[in-house]
């Protein structure tokens, strides 16, 4: 058996970032519940808890919870089988320093 090479999670940090920095409300989800696929903008949020909890449109089961602490936040996707997010074509890169 060989031993594949791997990089540790900070390798994440930029590709993350560059994911995160986007507007979500027209990236599409998959609820999965009941398989529907729409717009993160058509989801129903309940923010009247110590977080926001979002439901599908059509079966209104929960699709994704947020809270948010003073120095951190938590993000569930659990009842999201995917999120597919738009992405510009081209990305600046920062030049040498």
Do not use: I
């Amino acid at each position: 058996m060989t031993e594949m090479s791997y990089l540790d999670g900070n390798m994440l940090d930029g590709p993350l970032r560059e994911l995160f920095a986007v507007d979500l409300s027209t990236a599409t989800g998959r609820c999965e519940n009941c398989g529907t696929t729409g717009s993160m903008a058509s989801l129903r949020v309940f923010a009247n808890a110590p977080g926001m909890v979002a439901r599908c449109p059509s079966c209104e089961e929960v699709m994704l919870r947020l809270v948010r602490g003073p120095d951190r936040a938590w993000l569930d996707l659990r009842g999201t089988t995917y999120l597919q997010v738009p992405m510009p074509m081209e990305q600046p890169r920062p030049g040498p320093l």
